[in-house]
Nanobody
Framework: QVQLVESGGGLVQAGGSLRLSCAAS????????MGWYRRAPGKQRELVAS???????NYADSVKGRFTISRDNAKNTVYLQMNSLKPEDTAVYYC???WGTGDYWGRGTQVTVSS
C-alpha cells in the first residue's frame, strides 16, 4: 500500500521560510519520481516542483530561485525548501508519485503566508 505523508506546513510571514517533508512507503523510493503540487483557494492544482530518480529537477516559473526540491533516498523522503515566501504561495501543498500504473497523493499540508 502506497502512502505519502506530508509535514512541515504552517503559518509564516512574507519573506520567511518553511521546509516541507514527504515520507513515502509502499514504493521503491529510489527509482520513483516525486513531485510537489499545490492548490490555492479558488484555483486549480498546479505543479510546484518535481525531481526524478536521477535528481533532475523542474520548477514552476513562479517559484524558481525561491524553492528547492530534494530527496533523501536513505530516508524515503522528499523535501521542499521554500524561501522568500509570498502571500500568493498560500495553498495546500501535496506530495505526489507515480508508481506502476498508479498516481498517488498525500493528504496535503497547509501553508499560509501572511503579508
Amino acid at each position: 500500500q502506497v502512502q505519502l505523508v506530508e509535514s512541515g506546513g504552517g503559518l509564516v510571514q512574507a519573506g520567511g521560510s518553511l521546509r516541507l517533508s514527504c515520507a513515502a512507503s509502499g514504493i521503491i523510493f529510489s527509482i520513483s519520481p516525486m513531485g510537489w503540487y499545490r492548490r490555492a483557494p479558488g484555483k486549480q492544482r498546479e505543479l510546484v516542483a518535481s525531481i526524478t530518480s536521477t535528481r533532475r529537477t523542474n520548477y514552476a516559473d513562479s517559484v524558481k530561485g525561491r524553492f528547492t526540491i530534494s530527496r533523501d533516498n536513505a530516508k524515503n523522503t522528499v523535501y521542499l525548501q521554500m524561501n522568500s515566501l509570498k502571500p500568493e504561495d498560500t495553498a495546500v501543498y501535496y506530495c505526489n508519485t507515480r508508481w506502476g500504473t498508479g498516481d498517488y497523493w498525500g493528504r496535503g499540508t497547509q501553508v499560509t503566508v501572511s503579508s
